[in-house]
């Protein structure tokens, strides 16, 4: 250890044991200074504390659809409280609540409009989804404790993403993969704009999608660049639902589908761009760098694989990236969000070079990188 460091170290350990001093807490609310940082830090504390009561406010907001019923204007207490159900003295305590959080906000005496989070929801009903969908991860992290331990056999989120505890099996019917896959499909198209903006695919001619699910990035790929074309690899169940896709947007004749395993079985030939769309992440390292070597067997020598999912160490986004998927992938009983830096290792040890990471508009959301395969190095086999 560095002797910076070393002072670094002991400078930290005396912060962290005068602001654990209640003396010191009870001086720091007298000074202006002072006492602005410390009710910064209780504010702070507080919502960690109370960051699940927040997520229940939105939940029921949700579930009684109350910013489509703002959507077209303010309305009163009692003609929402009619309209929803709920009695008027407690759905004045919901208002109250969300019009705290932002969801709404009071407009004229006694009315209720959207506020600006509630009308950015209303605009992006993948998140409403989400929302729901989060019912499984909250019972899964009833007792953290035993999850962290490993004395959760069973959870919500390894039942709901089915492949998780499934690794490589192709017979998941079209009942197992239709919950995960119309959640994912849902929210592909905000995550296609970005990836698209980030890395516009005029350059190439033929996309493999891989862990494609029911062709939302593919399409959005195909009707932003009419001279590509795209095939989809998924479980075959999966594949099914992307060639009906395909079919409702006119695009059977550029576009097709093949069912199978990406870990288990060989990636169709060709194509001069393989896309990993928020796959990575749903997966170790070792069914990751398995993977990565597939893609490098199956691009053409001048092609490119593209990575795209919410990576550590993003500016302002560790909190979701660290805590809430660190926790999300814990109790799905497999995968990770990773570091540019962890990605490019294994993208190296696939047999990738040229690695770029491409600016994103939403890097909260995702971050692209692509890499083109090396000339000289040798992908390797498999690790099984």
Do not use: K
């Amino acid at each position: 250890m560095s002797r910076r460091a070393a002072w670094l170290d002991v400078l930290r350990a005396r912060r962290d044991r005068l602001l654990a001093d209640p003396r010191f807490q009870r001086w720091s609310l007298r000074l202006p200074i002072a006492r602005w940082i410390a009710r910064r830090r209780m504010r702070a504390l507080f919502d960690l504390c109370s960051g699940f009561v927040y997520s229940q406010v939105l939940l029921a907001c949700v579930r009684l659809d109350l910013f489509r019923r703002l959507a077209d204007g303010p309305r009163t207490p009692s003609d929402l409280a009619a309209a929803t159900g709920v009695p008027r003295a407690s759905l004045d305590r919901l208002l109250e609540a969300a019009a705290s959080l932002r969801l709404v906000e009071t407009r004229r005496p006694d009315r209720y409009g959207l506020g600006p989070l509630g009308a950015a929801l209303l605009g992006n009903p993948s998140v409403a989804m989400m929302i729901e969908h989060h019912d499984a991860l909250y019972a899964d992290l009833h007792d953290p404790v035993a999850l962290l331990r490993g004395e959760v056999e069973t959870t919500e989120l390894g039942r709901f993403w089915a492949y998780s505890c499934h690794a490589g099996d192709t017979a998941l019917d079209a009942e197992q993969t239709a919950a995960y896959s119309d959640l994912m499909a849902a929210s592909q198209q905000m995550i296609a704009d970005r990836v698209l903006a980030a890395y516009p695919l005029r350059a190439h001619r033929r996309l493999l999608d891989v862990g494609g699910g029911a062709g939302a990035f593919a399409v959005a790929a195909l009707e932003a660049n009419p001279d590509l074309q795209a095939t989809v690899f998924d479980l075959p169940s999966v594949a099914e639902r992307a060639r009906r896709t395909f079919d409702e947007h006119g695009l059977a004749d550029r576009a097709r589908a093949f069912g199978g395993s990406f870990l288990d079985d060989p990636l169709p030939t060709g194509h001069d761009v393989i896309s990993l769309v928020r796959v990575l992440h749903d997966h170790d390292d070792a069914a990751v760098l398995r993977l990565l070597r597939a893609a490098r067997r199956a691009v053409t020598d001048d092609g490119r694989v593209l990575v795209a999912e919410p990576m550590r160490h993003t500016r302002s986004a560790e909190p979701v990236t660290a805590a809430y998927f660190g926790f999300y992938f814990l109790a799905m009983g497999q995968g990770r969000a990773r570091s540019p830096r962890r990605l490019e290792s294994l993208l190296r040890q696939a047999g990738f070079t040229a690695i770029r990471m491409h600016r994103s508009a939403a890097p909260l959301l995702v971050r692209v990188l692509t890499a083109r395969p090396s000339r000289t190095a040798d992908p390797g086999s498999d690790p099984g």
